[in-house]
């Protein structure tokens, strides 16, 4: 056993309706889990630290925690604003302090990051990710957000990418539909979303058939963005979750229409030749968000920066 697998993480899965808590090894076996819905900041964290220490009670100290959230937030620890969620319509929540108050109750270096690159720490570490350095991790669920790592790093910058937001061409004589993002007429979120899918097809996508048009529509949308992710971050395989990716018929026409996008122009065999392998479901399913972050947490003991 590694020194690692015999500490213990504690993993915060922060999503717009619900928070899931864990503690889990190295090795990402979890320990203890509960659930919750996301109400109050203050209500949410409260829950959050009765959690962890009564874990701590049960089974010992933690030597770190991972929180993987819903954002916008501020993921760079330097940043004065750092471990804070920044404007969200969420209400309650625009500008709530996440990170301080955790580290108040409970002492131990917390990691902070968005859910998707929890995610993809998570992929990378245990599930579809494993042995690549750059890649990346999108969910098209209710709204469509990206995780990457680089070079084994999840991307900062600025902050943090928002990739549900990249503008897509749009033709509104075949799509007249209107981007229901409140922001941007023409971007990937606005159109291809769940609840843009559910608005433009007047059912839920989980509804509408696998011989829809609405598959071929949405297929055409993600292979458009994906061939503006892999011109610009050039990943060695792309990760594709979230509660619309789970119709089956989706992926496979999702590879079909981005190598034909791409046009032969990117002269790798993981696109020419194994697109089925470039393309994939994740393999945590449901549990890459609370892995992502024991991942997070995990990243957090071994980085001087991340410790408060
Ligand atoms: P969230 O993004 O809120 O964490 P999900 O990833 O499940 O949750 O995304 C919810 C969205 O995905 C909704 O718009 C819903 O209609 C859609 N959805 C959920 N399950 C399916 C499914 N099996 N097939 C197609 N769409 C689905
Ligand atoms: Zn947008």
């Known amino acids: 056993m590694s020194e690692s697998a015999r500490l213990l993480f504690g993993g915060i899965e922060g999503g717009g309706t619900k928070f899931v808590c864990a503690v889990g090894t190295g090795d990402g076996e979890i320990l203890a889990e509960r659930r919750f819905p996301t109400t109050t900041p203050d209500e949410t964290l409260a829950r959050v630290v009765a959690f962890f220490k009564e874990q701590i009670q049960v089974l010992g100290p933690l030597a770190s925690i991972g929180v993987a959230s819903f954002g916008p937030l501020d993921p760079r ?9 920044l404007l969200t319509p969420k209400p309650g929540w625009a500008h709530a302090d996440i990170v301080a108050p955790l580290h108040a109750a409970i002492g131990v270096p917390i990691a902070f990051d968005t859910d998707v690159n929890g995610a993809a720490l998570g992929e990378w570490r245990w599930g579809a990710a494993r042995g690549l350095d750059t890649f990346i991790y999108l969910t098209i669920g209710t709204g469509i957000g990206g995780g990457a790592l680089v070079n084994g790093k999840p991307i900062h910058g600025l902050l943090h990418p928002e990739m549900g937001h990249i503008p897509l061409p749009h033709d509104k004589v075949l799509d007249p539909f209107e981007s229901i993002c409140p922001f941007h007429p023409d971007c990937f979120e606005g159109l291809a979303s769940g609840p843009a899918m559910e608005k433009r097809w007047g059912q839920k996508a989980e509804m509408l058939p696998p011989d829809h048009p609405a598959w071929e529509l949405e297929a055409k949308y993600i292979a458009l963005a994906l061939r503006s992710f892999i011109c610009t971050l050039s990943p060695q395989r792309i990760i594709i979750g979230g509660g619309v990716a789970k119709q089956p018929q989706l992926l496979p026409l999702v590879r079909s229409k981005t190598v034909a996008s791409l046009n032969g122009y990117v ?9 089925d392998s470039f393309i994939v479901p994740p393999s945590l399913g449901g549990r890459a968000g609370v892995l992502g972050a024991i991942a997070l947490a995990q990243q957090a003991l071994y980085s001087a920066t991340s410790s408060l």
């Open 77 to 85: 620890p330097a940043s004065a604003a750092f471990g804070y969620i």
């Open 267 to 275: 002269q790798s065999p993981a696109i020419l030749k194994e697109i």
